[in-house]
């Protein structure tokens, strides 16, 4: 790693820590970590989980077709798009699994308490949750796709009830 990504790398493991999404581990196990530059020039910390991937019974949860989503949108001409960016990390990991996600850094040796980006079933355990959660309001004025949620309706005056529903729900979850 460069002396920036070191800093970088510093800088978002403490706030981690802070958070209370990683803790020090005695893991066997210990990915490999690297940055991607995002959109901004920012930098995101991801973890190589390739190894815990292909030993990693693969959860069978369908993502829709792109063609279906957009059939539900018809006759809607008012869209609200949220997308969780932080989505994943409200998902606690089960306390057998936290020492699969274990990745070293020249800083140390940690684990993910909640689900990190990079596993394999992370898309599919997050989808499946939304879609639990927005039940009701699927095929009504909501679409779930991983990470994003795409309110729509007919009008703005049924938009703006809409989106209270939906933020009613993120408030009660």
């Not at 309110?151 to 703005?156: A, N, Q």
């Amino acid at each position: 790693m460069s002396p920036t990504e070191l800093k970088e790398l510093k800088v978002q493991l403490q706030d981690l820590l802070d958070r209370g999404f990683i803790r020090p581990s005695i893991s066997p196990w210990g990915a490999p970590v690297l940055f991607v530059k995002k959109k901004d020039g920012s930098m995101r910390l991801c973890i190589d989980y390739r190894q815990l991937n292909k030993v990693t019974i693969k959860n069978r949860y369908p993502l829709p077709r792109i063609d279906d989503l957009f059939d539900q949108l018809k006759g809607a001409s008012v869209f609200s798009k949220i997308d969780l960016r932080s989505g994943y990390y409200q998902l606690k990991v089960k306390e057998s699994d936290v020492p699969k996600t274990a990745f070293r850094t020249r800083y140390g040796h940690y684990e993910f308490l909640v689900m990190p980006f990079g596993l394999t079933n992370a898309p599919a355990a997050f989808m499946d949750l939304m879609n639990r959660i927005f039940q009701p309001y699927l095929d009504q004025f909501v679409v779930v796709f991983i990470d994003d949620i795409l309110v729509y309706s007919k009008s703005e005056l049924e938009h703006d009830q809409h989106l209270k529903t939906v933020l009613q729900i993120f408030r009660e979850k």
